[in-house]
């Protein structure tokens, strides 16, 4: 008999079923006796009453790998609305240790409960809920790669082991490559510049490694990053570009994940047309005028100003998503445009969701001299050693006015769902303290 | 104006057009003046007679950014069925320097030239006969996820830093991370099959990093895998999936990349219904009867039995490509499962295409307590150290029978187009010799 999924028992209701999968729960302690057994369809629950049944099932626990055939019935209370009556169970994996986590049950997410979370993910996972999280972000990712796909880019894939650090020396994880230092890659931002010159529009969604030497709700020092780069465009564009993505894989995550983001209490954020750009001194001034903190001297936001203006954004604005454009050059990368009316503020925009940053983008210098002249001065590098050398030839042999974005995934998510710590959006975590399971 | 694509310029064939590019080509002298310009949509020529027009080309290059106003007219010989006339230039950003290689001609790919095509990868790239390479590995990872998606696979993302290597210590990178050891991860296999336990069915397309300690036309040190897993499957099955995979993926590139493949003159491999399987000891037999090698006690094919049986397949079979079953235990991972018939032999599948591997599948050994023993015994390892007892513990909770494979992405391409070196089909090759650009 062909095995059918969970989710579609209901389809066959008066009929015959066969499922196969894992115990999920069991109550057999007399009265009604039923177990739930949970297959990548969900769950279905299973009324035990023969005792011949109920011996097969004597002593083994949640997990054991079951295949169960029965008669479908109609269940308004069951999940999936039937259950299988009558059963006939073949165990075809015992498990007789007792599971060091309850999986039936919600699991605790609260900062202190965390550790005992992720040293036990591989289990956990099996938490239909915890399921749900990385349900959403197979389709967040996807979601990007459909709206990029749309608008002409290319997909490809930059190498993440380098030569040496490109952006800056200090966050960087260095290998013995051998014998000589290799670094790996903390952006493909270089990369994605150059394929502006051979496709105009590229992306790539690979990891990215940050040597972060803190353990923050926000750092890890693995993550997938959406890295994006357009050619002839505009910074009003560039801003269109990143607010379109937002709404676009808001629409997706909410058509394709209704039951998982149900699992979660996930509220569809408020986006207005276009997500409203502030600048940075706007942002010091609204924010140091409603919390009496004066942050007019910063050259970025604080924490709590990001978590604040997006606030704001939500009642005044109608939109749960912020850009801070005007960044000042003291706190801005080599490779930014500066803008023509102020020369000491960059052409960037962070895009700031429900309390943190997204996604940064920016305009980038694509000017052969002026960008020599930019990495000299800002940076300190040599364009002609080995790690500018090559990024600097594309722009000596033809680059147009061009701007990009690098866009977090795992701290998308964690905002999409509601949660705290952007690692629990992460399938297996990596900070400072931690390089396991 | 708004600027159109190449393309788009012989649908608007009686009217004006705004285009904007690069300066792919330039002839002017004398005669029919004419320069090509490519934009994300390919080429177009426009011919310039105009005195004034020609004098601002005066001293510039290939990779000038231009934008040319124009009247589009039918032409029958130029690319696109369409080009420019009198033409209003104006350049955007000039370039100077004659670049170091000529992008209007198709680049060496001669072995002996390799190096000088990486070397100037990064002009290269805007050659659009590489370009055809890349647009095919885009097209080929979206195939390979269609696919997938389709056939019920969650996407998820393992991390690539880990605490030990896993598979084996030889070809592992070593970095190190905030003062203790790190490595990069060799494969997603550990957590692939964890996510069986999840979501039956998973899949990542992610980086893979092999400190591989020789230069070879097969090998990289870094290169993208298709790494999939699935839950209640047979052996059978598993050569169906990716039987059905691969003329998934030949399906799909056909497709989307007419122009792409007819520059490299690439041929649709011939695939019968479903791959035809052959054990190792036939392939031996075979090709030992054939060549006069003997190879009937090779744990492995050699490289040139690879290039035999999938020219044989090709000629006896209809299939350019083939499975290779019925692998020695002596060569096989400790994860692998044994046949019940023929305990000494691993129920792995290699899969060739057009004289190299691909993909390899196998069978996972599933029972907790054979799984440990066969840890133990073949691989020397401690089920409860932190490399292995994670992955362990997804057993003793219950995993179900399961298999899955692994494919190379660029390997796949190189086939596709007919290359004869994997890095040919890499954006930035590394190997032992190579960590730029």
């Known amino acids: 008999m062909e095995r059918i999924l969970s989710a579609d028992v209901k389809a066959h209701v008066g009929g015959e079923v066969l499922v196969r999968g894992w115990l999920h729960k069991k109550r057999l302690i007399g009265g009604i006796n039923f177990i739930v057994v949970r297959d990548r369809g969900g769950l279905v629950q299973v009324v035990v009453q023969d005792e011949s049944e109920i011996a097969k099932l004597q002593g083994l626990q949640v997990g054991t790998v079951l295949s169960v055939q029965g008669q479908a019935v109609a269940e308004e209370r069951a999940p999936g609305g039937a259950e299988i009556h009558q059963p006939k169970i073949t165990v075809e994996v015992p498990v007789t240790d007792e599971p060091p986590i309850e999986i039936d049950k919600p699991l605790s997410h ?82 994605k510049q150059m394929m502006v010159g051979v496709f105009e529009r590229a992306f790539e969604i690979n990891p990215t490694y940050r040597a972060e030497p803190s353990a923050t709700t926000r750092h890890m020092t693995e993550f997938i990053h959406i890295d994006a780069e357009v050619g002839f465009i505009t910074f009003p564009e560039l801003l269109d570009l990143l607010s379109n993505c937002l709404s676009f894989v808001i629409d997706h995550v909410w058509e394709t994940c209704k039951t998982e983001l149900k699992m979660w209490q996930a509220e569809k954020p408020k986006l207005s047309a276009k997500v409203p750009a502030l600048t940075m001194t706007e942002i010091h001034s609204l924010y140091s005028k409603a919390t009496g903190t004066d942050t007019t001297n910063e050259l970025d936001l604080i924490p709590d100003e990001e978590r604040w203006i997006c606030e704001y954004g939500k009642k005044e604005l109608g939109s749960e998503a912020v850009f801070v454009t005007e960044w000042p050059k003291a706190d801005a990368k080599f490779y930014h445009k500066m803008m023509e009316d102020k020369p000491d503020k960059a052409k960037r925009c962070d895009l700031l969701f429900r309390g943190v940053e997204i996604a940064t983008g920016s305009m980038r210098e694509h000017r052969y001299d002026k960008l020599v002249a930019q990495l000299k001065e800002m940076a300190g590098g040599d364009p002609e050693s080995s790690g500018f050398k090559y990024y600097i030839s594309a722009f000596k042999y033809g680059m147009p006015p061009h701007g990009g974005f690098g866009w977090g995934l795992e701290r998308t998510v964690e905002k999409i769902i509601g949660l705290a710590n952007v690692k629990e959006a992460t399938l297996f975590p990596r900070d400072i303290n931690r390089l396991a399971p």
Chains 1, 2 share one sequence.
Do not use: C, H, M
């Open 110 to 191: 609260k900062p202190e409960n965390l550790d005992t979370l992720f040293d036990n993910r591989v289990l956990g996972l099996r938490n239909l809920r915890e399921q749900a999280i990385f349900k959403i972000q197979a389709e967040t990712k996807e979601a990007f790669r459909k709206f990029l796909r749309s608008q002409d880019f290319t997909e490809f894939n930059s190498p993440k082991l380098l030569a040496g650090a490109t952006e800056g020396g200090a966050e960087v994880f260095k290998l013995d490559y051998f014998g000589k230092e290799a670094t790996l890659a903390q952006s493909g931002q270089f990369y």
